[in-house]
Every structure is written in structure tokens, then in C-alpha cells.
């Protein structure tokens, strides 16, 4: 199950830099992708796991980071439960990979699982990838375990009305496009990360896991008015 649903109100995808309100209206109700699932009962997040929530991008190696980039840095998005990392040519936004699923933890190890890619990195569409994990304040460290990976990451932090807006912990999440609220989603993955400022949209072929559309960006919250900027596309 994901973490809510949400009904589209206008928006839609638009150039690199373009930016349209709209009003926040978040219901919160529980979908099931598969109707037919039991749900699991509920366990309480460690506290990595919380930690973990937010959007990050790549600053090095351990014991080589440097600084974020002003643009076009490889960011990942972890909501709970979903993640989505993309990249994008800094000088055109246009998206050079993306790839997402699910990410679950045991004490400090994570697992992730690529459900959707596009065709850059399809081939590990399927894969689950094991990796040892610490933070340190605003930078997150993976250790791949029987894979080459050794990442350093650092936070992205909203400003600071978004950070302080009643709905900021409320948006939270991925979200999947269900057209009418109550009724089940459509068999592609259609889905809305959002978290610290920080959004991307994302539409896969339910039959191969291809990425059909992408982009995102940053948002602001004013009280209820939601602001995205579309900063990247494929």
C-alpha cells in the first residue's frame, strides 16, 4: 500500500523552469495497489528509518565528498517506503537515468528493489541490491554489500515557509494518480514523490517496468497553495 492518494487538479508537465500553483487539498485516504493483499500490521520506523526520509544528492565517495551541486546532481528520494533516483544534464534538464521502487531496513541494512527504470538502467529492473548504511548529521553514507556501490549523499533541505507549512508533513509520501478518490488505481505506475521541497513525477509501463514519463523538480507552500518548478523532464 502506498502512503495516500491523490486526486490531479490541473498541473501536468511543462518546461524546465516553469512553475504553476495550485491548492492543497490532501484527504490521506490509504490505497492498495493489489485489492487483494492483506495488509501487514503496522511497525513502528526506527530511528534511521525516519532519518532516512527526505532527498538527497551525491557529493562523492566515503572519504572523498565534496559540495552539492548547483545542478544536475544525482538525487534519490526515500518517502517511507518508495524511493526514486534520477539524473539530469545540467545545462538542459534533460533526464540522463531514472530508476525507483522500494526500500525496506533491518537495523543498518537496506535493501532496495527496482520495480521501474528507464532504458539506461532497465536491466537491473527486478534486482534487490543490499547495502550498509549510516548518517551523520546531513550526509548519508551506503556501503554496497556483494556490489562495487560506495555513495556519500547529502541532505536537501526545503525553505524555510515550505518547512514550516502545516501540510509539509502531511505531503510527505508517494502518491499514486487514482482520477477519482475511492476508486482503485489504473495498472501503470503513476506516481508523485514529494518530500522537502522536492518533487518528481513518474508514469511506467505496467507490462516492463519501462519509464514512459518523468519529471520534477522543487515546490513551495504558502498556507494551502502548492508551487512546483519543473527543473528536469525525459
Same mark, same amino acid.
Given at each position: 500500500?502506498?502512503?495516500g492518494?491523490?486526486?490531479?487538479? =490541473?498541473?501536468?508537465?511543462?518546461?524546465?523552469?516553469?512553475?504553476?500553483p495550485?491548492? +492543497?487539498?490532501?484527504t490521506?485516504?490509504?490505497?492498495?495497489?493489489?485489492?487483494t493483499?492483506?495488509? *501487514?500490521?503496522?511497525?513502528?520506523?526506527?530511528?534511521?528509518?525516519?532519518?532516512?526520509?527526505?532527498?538527497?544528492?551525491?557529493?562523492?565517495?566515503? =572519504?572523498?565528498?565534496? @559540495?552539492?551541486?548547483?545542478?544536475?546532481?544525482?538525487?534519490?528520494?526515500?518517502?517511507?517506503?518508495?524511493?526514486?533516483m534520477t539524473? *539530469?544534464?545540467?545545462?538542459? =534538464?534533460?533526464?540522463?537515468? @531514472?530508476?525507483?521502487?522500494?526500500?525496506?531496513?533491518?537495523? @543498518?541494512?537496506?535493501?532496495?528493489?527496482?520495480d521501474?527504470?528507464n532504458p539506461?538502467?532497465?536491466?537491473?529492473?527486478?534486482h534487490?541490491?543490499?547495502?550498509?548504511?549510516?548518517?551523520n548529521? #546531513?550526509?548519508?553514507?551506503?556501503? =554496497?554489500?556483494?556490489?562495487?556501490?560506495?555513495?556519500?549523499?547529502?541532505?536537501?533541505?526545503?525553505?524555510?515557509?515550505?518547512?514550516?507549512?502545516?501540510? *509539509?508533513?502531511?505531503?510527505? /509520501? +508517494?502518491?499514486?494518480?487514482?482520477?477519482?478518490?475511492?476508486?482503485?488505481?489504473?495498472?501503470?505506475? #503513476?506516481?508523485k514523490?514529494?518530500?522537502?521541497?522536492?518533487?518528481?513525477?513518474?508514469?511506467? #509501463?505496467?507490462?516492463? /517496468?519501462?519509464?514512459?514519463?518523468?519529471?520534477?523538480?522543487?515546490?513551495?507552500?504558502? /498556507?494551502?497553495?502548492?508551487?512546483?518548478?519543473?527543473?528536469?523532464?525525459?
Amino acid at each position: 500500500a502506498l502512503t495516500g492518494a491523490q486526486t490531479e487538479k =490541473g498541473g501536468g508537465s511543462g518546461p524546465a523552469g516553469t512553475s504553476w500553483p495550485d491548492s +492543497t487539498g490532501i484527504t490521506g485516504t490509504p490505497v492498495n495497489v493489489d485489492a487483494t493483499d492483506t495488509p *501487514a500490521p503496522p511497525v513502528a520506523p526506527s530511528q534511521l528509518a525516519n532519518e532516512l526520509i527526505g532527498v538527497w544528492t551525491l557529493v562523492g565517495t566515503p =572519504g572523498h565528498a565534496s @559540495n552539492a551541486p548547483a545542478a544536475g546532481g544525482r538525487i534519490k528520494f526515500f518517502t517511507g517506503s518508495h524511493l526514486c533516483m534520477t539524473q *539530469a544534464d545540467p545545462k538542459t =534538464g534533460v533526464v540522463m537515468f @531514472n530508476h525507483g521502487g522500494t526500500y525496506r531496513l533491518d537495523g @543498518n541494512e537496506y535493501y532496495e528493489s527496482l520495480d521501474y527504470a528507464n532504458p539506461s538502467t532497465m536491466q537491473f529492473i527486478g534486482h534487490t541490491g543490499k547495502f550498509s548504511i549510516q548518517i551523520n548529521g #546531513d550526509l548519508l553514507t551506503d556501503v =554496497g554489500v556483494d556490489n562495487p556501490w560506495r555513495e556519500v549523499w547529502k541532505r536537501l533541505k526545503p525553505d524555510a515557509a515550505t518547512a514550516a507549512s502545516p501540510f *509539509a508533513k502531511e505531503l510527505t /509520501g +508517494t502518491w499514486i494518480l487514482v482520477k477519482e478518490a475511492g476508486k482503485t488505481p489504473p495498472a501503470g505506475k #503513476d506516481l508523485k514523490f514529494c518530500v522537502d521541497g522536492h518533487w518528481c513525477d513518474t508514469y511506467a #509501463d505496467p507490462t516492463n /517496468g519501462l519509464v514512459v514519463v518523468h519529471h520534477g523538480g522543487t515546490y513551495t507552500l504558502e /498556507g494551502n497553495t502548492y508551487t512546483e518548478t519543473v527543473h528536469y523532464a525525459n
